[in-house]
């Protein structure tokens, strides 16, 4: 039986985007050990996107897939100016067919997705 998904971010410094994830962005976490934490999030939801070029996932030699970090909310305008409030500078909204979307920086120089959905999302569909 699957009871959640747990997905990787890979980062140049862990240490700080870790506490960006805990101190900024307000994500609660366990702690595995050593200052290793696990983020507890929010529902989420999964899509599955064409592969396109050569790039291959930090995984790729073990079959694992690639994937991208996108943040939802339900207000981009509000979050990004709680976030400017912070001092954390956003990237220009893009405004795709699928929503309005940006980009938050990391301490490691990383960034993170963020977007307003426009499409249907299934966030409140049950998983069983």
Known sequence: MIIGAHFLLFSKDAAAD???????LGFRAV??????LI???????AAIHPLEGNDSPPDA???????AL???????DALMAS???KNISCGEVQTPRWG????IP?????????YQPSHPTALNLNSR
Request: aromatic share 10%; hydrophobic share 40%.
């Open 18 to 24: 870790r506490a960006f994830f805990r101190d900024v």
């Open 31 to 36: 702690d595995a050990g050593g200052g290793w």
């Open 39 to 45: 983020f507890a999030m929010s529902p989420a939801e």
């Open 61 to 67: 030699s073990q079959g694992i897939l690639g994937s």
């Open 70 to 76: 996108y943040l939802m909310c339900d207000d981009l």
């Open 83 to 85: 976030l400017r409030a």
């Open 100 to 103: 309005r979307v940006t980009t």
């Open 106 to 114: 990391l301490p490691s120089g990383g960034k993170v997705g963020l």
